[in-house]
């Protein structure tokens, strides 16, 4: 294995241990998210954060409260990335791209 394969691997493991960690921190608040995201997928064809975040503020859960473990909302086998990504609606993503989900589950 080439230096350069390994050092994408370790940024990889890196990666996902620091998920790992925002997702424990912030359990309650991405069992919400998750559970929002899933309703969603399951009632129409695409997902993405700027529609999963309204369904959590109505919850009492903030994308403040959610936090890095925002990356975690679409992890596990139940998502496909469509391969499509929007431009973030909400002023506080400063219109950065986000993904495009569809619900596989």
Do not use: C
């Not at 890196?14 to 921190?25: E, F, P, S, T």
């Amino acid at each position: 294995m080439s230096e350069q394969q390994m050092e994408f691997l370790t940024g990889h493991q890196l990666k996902q241990i620091g998920m790992d960690r925002a997702a424990d921190v912030r359990a309650d608040a991405l069992t919400i998210a998750r559970e929002e995201a899933e309703y969603l997928g399951k009632t129409t064809e695409f997902v993405h954060m700027d529609m999963v975040v309204p369904r959590m503020e109505l919850r009492g859960v903030s994308s403040e409260d959610l936090g890095n473990a925002a990356g975690s909302v679409f992890k596990g086998g139940n998502w496909k990335f469509t391969g499509h990504r929007v431009m973030s609606k909400r002023p506080s993503n400063h219109a950065r791209e986000i993904k495009v989900w569809r619900w596989v589950g």
